[in-house]
């Protein structure tokens, strides 16, 4: 590289308070909609709003979706497995919670 060039990054930061679209969630996790929606329909992500198109998502369904996408790609999970591989994620990280309350 260049020592006169410099790379530019750009991006978006969310509060938690706000939402996504499920064409924004899967535009930003890189995923497929018809992905997304298997995600919903096996328990594993909980869209606000009512059905398809209608939905949208809290900010941090993001960091879900990408963790989601990981799991899929490096283990290659199916939807279903995904969804029991994050509910353990969710119990590992409440039990941490848990032990640092105690400290």
Do not use: H, Y
């Not at 706000?18 to 899967?26: H, I, N, W, Y």
């Not at 993001?62 to 996408?69: D, E, I, K, P």
């Amino acid at each position: 590289m260049n020592s006169g060039s410099k790379a530019t990054i750009s991006g978006i930061v969310l509060s938690e308070q706000e939402t996504v679209t499920l064409d924004e969630l899967a535009g930003l996790c890189t995923v497929e909609q018809s992905w997304v929606v298997e995600l919903v329909e096996q328990g594993a992500l909980e869209p606000l709003g009512s059905a398809g198109r209608e939905w949208s998502f809290s900010a941090g369904a993001l960091g879900r979706v990408r963790t989601a996408a990981r799991l899929r790609r490096d283990l290659e999970l199916d939807a279903a497995g995904i969804a029991l591989a994050l509910e353990l994620l969710d119990e590992i990280d409440l039990l941490r919670a848990r032990l640092r309350s105690l400290d």
